[in-house]
Every structure is written in structure tokens, then in C-alpha cells.
């Protein structure tokens, strides 16, 4: 779930807070005044600022250059924070600063400033008499940016033409959204909308699957598109926990009606993680008005899920049935091949080359998400750049074994039934039928040993989802699995793909 964005009263309650004590700093230290402990404020403040980068970085980019920055002080609108080396500034300002500058701004307004501590221990001297000053964009940001400090978009967006936060983030585009077939439909719907927003039957567009498999990255990639090519189109990204936010926050300050007429005023609307409007009967009553404005109105709809509307819990189904009108596509794990290309375009975004058996390594060890995936490939330049260590594949192991966890969820035999049949590409009706025809026995064969290895069931019950057959025929098509396993490479191959997919080793 996205974070909660703080209030203006939760901004003006930091900054009444009361710092707390500074430690006595070193006698040797050049520069003493400004080496006390961290404050309170700073703390508080920087927090906020985590809450929000977390939610737009791979966790283990997240645990690697944002966990180990420090808060000092906050003090004449600037906030004071430390890192652990030059380097790792460098980096930081390189790949994340239009996030940085954009969460200080919303969190600390629009003149506030970052300032970097740099760490250097150098000649047996301690840190804080090393510590070096580095400015991070002093300069406020222009009418467009000075807006997204807001918390309701509307407020800033009177009358129409006035500028407003659409909250897309630019490193999201077509051009680096790595194509396979796990999402091949669901990007060829996008680029269509993006095209002709309002003009195509996918209205809305619905994209639902797991968590960190691009479905951000892709609707994103709709927004971008159509600012780039159209820019007098009024796009708006949002998410469902920012649009019950604002709702609220309408509400307590009787501004409901602004914020109806802004969401009605937008051209292309998109709305990630709609599933967390469950529950919240108000929140959907208003959202299915200002959808149905909308859509009456010839405007583009886009909305993303981790399930497929008729999945959708506590969530009226006025608003499921609407989700349905347009075009419902999903989103899968990437294939090996996707994830290769994955990783290396990452890798050389990054500047860094990457030999193709550790690329290859990691695409076949990490396949839970692309966030995943990118976040291995980061966690490797980091040790390699920080910690100055050798690029090799025992490296790539070690970074692996602490990114990926091996998948403690309980595999049934529908979900085995399920991938073998993708895997094949047969229906999972023809596992249960009759026909012999060699590549559905072999098929059959497969998820029956799937089923006996990963399922608890009895070789009978496992036999009932397969037409009927009887124990014995179960473990026929295990032994025969068996022996593939030690001389058929393609058996071979299928049954890691699968066991890879599972979550299992």
C-alpha cells in the first residue's frame, strides 16, 4: 500500500518540536558547531521523506543508498543529512535526484534546501573533523514544482489552466519498459491508449497482477507519453490511498465541491492499487461518480489492481462492473528471457558492464518480481563500488542469497495444474482428458510429479484431477519423470522452470 502523505498540520506540529539535547562535540573538530547530535525535527522530517522514496525505489536500491542516511538538523528551511561517503553522494545525486528533490519539496515546501555531511576518514583522523559540506539544489522550484507540495492537487489547479502536480514520475517510459510475454498484451493496450486516450474501447484500461511486475511502470509510461506529445492534456496519476487522502482532507476543509470539479476537469485519469479502496463506501461513492463524469465525458480511464476486478473485496459492485467495461489485462512473472533483457539494460543504464554469466546467473535465481531483479542487479554495483570488491559469480551468489527468499507460500495442485498447462500451452482440460498424444502425457506426467513432490495429497487424490486415474497410473508418471530427469535436458529444463516459478529449489 502506498504511504500516507503527511498533512500541513502534521508539518507545522515537526517543526514545533522541540530538538533534542546535542552531544558536546570534540574539541579537535573544525567545524564543532555543527557536529551535534541529530534532531528531533530533522528526524521526524526526514522519515517522512523515507516513507515516500520507499515507495518509488526496488527495496534493495532502498536499503542500500537511502537506509544509511542519517538526518543532522533542520534549520532555516534546510535539512541537514549524512552519508557514508563521497561516492555515495555522487550516486545518489546522480540516479536520485529528481526523487529527492521532488520529496523534500512536497514534504519541506518549496524553498527548503538539502544539504549533504560527507563522511572521509582519512589519516587516522576521526569522521567529524573530516566531515565536507555538499549543497543539494538550493534554488526553489518553478510555479509547477512549488505545487506539488500539496497534498490536494486541486487546490493549486484554480481555474483550469493553472498548473498542477500530475505525479508522474519521468524515468518511466515506453522506450525503457522491457517487452515479453509476460506482459506483451498489457503494453501493446498501453501504447494504444497512449496513442488515442478516450478514442480506443479500452476504456477503461485494467491491469492487475503481482506486486513489483511493472504495472506502475507501465501506466506511467501512458501518462508520459501523452505529455510528451500532447501537452495542453490535463493527466493525472494517483493512486487509491492518495485519492481517499485528499477526499478527506475535502471533506474536513469544505472543499468537496473543488474537489470534485478538478477530478472532473482531468483528461486522462489514472488510479494505481484501486484494490485499497475496499471498504471504503464514501471514498467509492465519489470515485464512481467522477468516474462515470468521466467516461460520459469521452475521457481516459486507466486503473491497476493485484487481482482482476471480479476478485476485488468490499468494493461496490457498481464500481466492479464499470472496471469491466473496457479492456482487463494482467501482468505475469517474466520469463528467463525477459529477465535477461531486464538486467541488462538496467546494467547498462547504470554505466556498469556486467559479464553474461552473472547476468545469467541472476535472471535464473530471482524471478519473484522486476523489482526484485533490479534491485540484485543494484545491490551487486553497490558491493562492487563501495565495497571495492571483484565482479564475479560468487558475488552474484552472495548478493542473491540476501536479496531473494525462497517462497514459503503452500503450492496446491490448481496452481500445478495451472503453469504446467501454460508451460505447455495446453488447457487445463486436456491434462484431464484422455487423449495419449506423447507431449500431453509428458505434460500429465509433469504436474502429476509436481503434485506428489510439493502437495501433501494421496496418489489417488492427486489421480481425481487428472480424469479420474488411479493411484497406480500416478506413480507410473512419477518414476517416468524420474528417469526423463536423468538423461532428457528438456525435461530437465521444464522442471527448474517450474520449480523456479514455485519458489522452489
Known amino acids: 500500500m502506498a504511504k500516507k502523505l503527511p498533512t500541513l498540520d502534521l508539518f507545522a506540529h515537526a517543526l514545533r518540536a522541540k530538538p533534542t539535547t546535542s552531544r558536546k562535540p570534540s574539541t579537535k573538530t573544525e567545524a564543532n558547531a555543527e557536529q551535534s547530535a541529530p534532531d528531533l525535527q530533522a528526524t521526524m522530517l526526514w522519515d517522512k521523506c523515507l516513507s515516500i522514496i520507499k515507495d518509488n ?23 541537514t543529512i549524512q552519508v557514508p561517503s563521497q561516492f555515495f553522494y555522487e550516486w545518489i545525486e546522480e540516479h536520485y535526484y529528481a526523487l529527492l528533490q521532488k520529496t523534500i519539496y512536497q514534504i519541506l515546501g518549496a524553498k527548503s534546501k538539502l544539504q549533504y555531511q560527507v563522511l572521509v576518514n582519512n589519516n587516522g583522523e576521526t569522521l567529524e573533523q573530516r566531515a565536507i559540506k555538499l549543497p543539494a539544489f538550493r534554488n526553489a522550484p518553478t510555479t509547477s514544482q512549488s505545487n506539488q507540495q500539496s497534498t490536494l492537487p486541486f487546490a493549486t489547479a484554480t481555474p483550469i489552466q493553472q498548473q498542477y502536480p500530475n505525479y508522474l514520475n519521468s524515468r518511466y517510459t515506453f522506450e525503457n519498459f522491457i517487452r515479453g510475454e509476460s506482459n506483451q498484451l498489457a503494453s501493446s493496450a498501453a501504447l494504444a491508449v497512449a496513442e488515442a486516450p478516450g478514442k480506443t474501447r479500452f476504456n477503461p484500461l485494467f491491469i492487475y497482477g503481482g506486486t513489483g511486475l511493472g504495472k506502475t511502470h507501465l501506466v506511467q509510461a501512458i501518462g508520459n507519453y501523452i505529455t510528451q506529445n500532447n501537452p495542453s492534456s490535463r493527466v493525472l496519476y494517483t493512486n487509491s490511498e492518495r485519492f481517499t487522502i485528499e477526499y478527506v482532507n475535502a471533506i474536513q476543509n469544505n472543499r468537496v465541491n473543488e474537489f470534485t470539479n478538478f ?16 471498504g471504503k463506501e464514501k471514498t467509492q461513492d465519489n470515485f464512481f461518480h467522477t468516474f462515470n463524469a468521466l467516461y460520459q465525458a469521452g475521457k481516459q480511464l486507466i486503473l491497476t489492481s493485484d487481482k482482476p476486478p471480479k476478485e476485488l ?21 517474466p ?14 543504464d547504470e554505466g556498469f558492464e556486467i559479464p553474461t554469466d552473472i547476468i545469467e546467473y541472476i535472471a535464473r535465481h530471482v524471478f519473484s518480481s522486476v ?26 551468489k552472495e548478493v542473491v542469497r540476501g536479496v531473494s527468499t525462497p517462497s514459503n507460500k503452500n503450492i496446491t495442485i490448481q496452481d500445478i495444474i495451472k503453469e504446467v498447462s501454460k508451460h505447455y500451452d495446453f488447457s487445463p482440460d486436456i491434462l484431464a482428458g484422455k487423449t495419449r498424444k506423447h507431449e500431453v502425457v509428458l505434460a500429465r506426467q509433469v504436474a502429476m ?38 538423461n532428457d535436458k528438456s525435461v530437465v529444463a521444464s522442471i527448474e522452470t517450474l520449480k523456479r516459478l514455485f519458489g522452489r529449489d
Open 57 to 79: 525505489v526496488a527495496s534493495q536500491v532502498y536499503k542500500t543508498w537511502f537506509e544509511p542516511i542519517t538526518a543532522l538538523r533542520w534549520q532555516d528551511s534546510q535539512l
Open 263 to 278: 477530478y472532473r476537469t482531468i483528461d486522462v485519469l489514472i488510479v494505481d492499487d484501486i484494490q485499497f479502496f475496499s
Open 313 to 333: 473485496v468490499d468494493v461496490d459492485d457498481r464500481l466492479i462492473s464499470r472496471f469491466q467495461w473496457g479492456l482487463t489485462v494482467d501482468v505475469q512473472l
Open 335 to 348: 520469463d528467463y528471457e525477459t529477465r535477461m533483457a531486464i538486467l541488462q539494460r538496467k546494467s547498462m
Open 371 to 396: 523489482r526484485e531483479l533490479e534491485g540484485s542487479l543494484i545491490s551487486l554495483i553497490a558491493k562492487v563500488s563501495l565495497d571495492r570488491r571483484e565482479l564475479t559469480i560468487d558475488l552474484a
Open 449 to 486: 510429479y509436481l503434485a506428489k513432490k510439493f502437495t501433501s495429497l494421496s496418489l489417488k487424490n492427486i489421480g481425481s484431477y487428472f480424469g479420474g486415474r488411479d493411484h497406480t497410473t500416478v506413480l507410473h508418471s512419477c518414476q517416468m519423470i524420474e528417469n526423463y530427469l536423468g
